[in-house]
């Protein structure tokens, strides 16, 4: 029952972190492709239904059809054994008929399965945006090359994409195996340690895609959820340039001293914020942490109550985060969480 309890109360926050966010519904669906890969894979995934349901319908009909034929005998009626003894006729045909047709629609199967394979390889990708994709235990972390006029850059667990380019992703797996999946865009790609892989993709549509983790990854493999923003052109590169540039700077005494905290505490030993002293390198960069929807790989909604939350005592939230419990004095969180949320 406690554990039941767990679920439910995992997944009211979940519910509570979308429903905050209504207003871009996640898409997340192999049937309903917005890229051009998905939309191989669901015709692909079409056509294996229509053949298979056929197959299954014909073996049915077949079954009726001789149930009907050849009645069930009562008690008295002796066992018709003449099938034993005397080859039944028209059972060749219909046998040859089945097993040609067995074979014709296998062959054609793969055929499709193979030809879907040779599109899904076919992107071109020219002009791609490349990034950099490492999962870790329990996050990603995208790291964008330099691109149309800005530098490279770091962020995390939110890729941004412009709708209707190409995109390459390296994947590598940091500490466990991942898989890359968003079935709205393309099918699965895993991540192993120690072997460098790629996925190609392009969002045709404006939309919020979501891509959790499908390869177990461990405790928190089910809160380890990534976002794809496909974004119109021109809002894709504001939000580049954005994340390209350095933090903001305090703007009061306040948040200046939250920033002090932070560069001063072991946060700035696992954290990146650009434009601080903090350049720790195991952990989500936060130099424009409130650019994301989500906090924690889509844990909890980027509020500043959950940033709270989630300083304070990060293994309430994800059991088994590396991320250590803070042991700040009120205001000094209040100030830290407060120079956090400046951090657009
Ligand atoms: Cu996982």
């Avoid at 039941?4 to 209504?22: E, F, K, M, N, P």
């Avoid at 099918?187 to 892989?197: E, H, R, V």
Wanted: net charge neutral.
């Amino acid at each position: 029952m406690p554990a039941l309890a767990a679920v439910l109360a995992v997944g009211a926050t979940t519910c509570a972190a979308t429903a905050s966010q209504a207003a871009d519904a996640l898409q997340h669906s192999a049937l309903a492709p917005h890229g051009v890969q998905a939309e191989h894979i669901a015709r692909l995934w079409h056509l294996t239904v229509l053949v298979c349901g056929g197959v299954f319908a014909a073996v049915l009909v077949g079954v009726l059809f001789a149930l009907m034929r050849r009645r069930r005998a009562d008690r008295a009626t002796p066992p018709d054994l003449r099938g034993n003894v005397e080859p039944e006729r028209g059972l060749r045909g219909a046998v040859v008929g089945a097993s040609v047709a067995s074979v014709v629609l296998l062959v054609a199967l793969v055929v499709a399965d193979v030809l879907t394979d040779r599109a899904l390889s076919k992107l071109p990708v020219a002009n791609a945006l490349h990034i950099e994709l490492t999962g870790w235990q329990w996050w990603w972390q995208a790291r964008y090359a330099a691109d149309e006029g800005h530098p490279a850059f770091v962020t995390a667990n939110e890729l941004h994409v412009p709708a209707g380019r190409p995109i390459v992703v390296s994947l590598a797996a940091g500490d466990v195996i991942h898989s890359f999946w968003v079935p709205s865009l393309h099918g699965k790609k895993d991540l192993l340690p120690g072997i460098a892989s790629t996925i190609e993709f392009r969002a045709d549509r404006v939309g919020v895609y979501a891509g959790p983790c499908a390869e177990f990854c461990g405790a928190e493999h089910a809160l380890m959820a990534l976002r794809i923003v496909a974004d119109p052109p021109d809002r894709y590169a504001a939000w580049a340039a954005s994340q390209a540039a350095p933090a903001v700077e305090p703007s009061t005494a306040f948040t200046a001293r939250g920033m002090q905290v932070f560069e001063h505490s072991a946060c700035a030993n696992c954290h990146t914020v650009r434009g601080t002293h903090a350049a720790g390198l195991l952990a989500p960069d936060l130099t424009h942490l409130m650019s994301r929807q989500t906090l924690a790989a889509g844990a909890l909604a980027n509020t500043a109550a959950d940033l709270a939350r989630w300083i304070s005592d990060p293994n309430a939230v994800k059991p088994g985060t590396t991320m250590p419990p803070s042991r700040l004095s009120t205001p000094d969180l209040q100030a830290l969480v407060a120079w956090l949320t400046t951090l657009k």
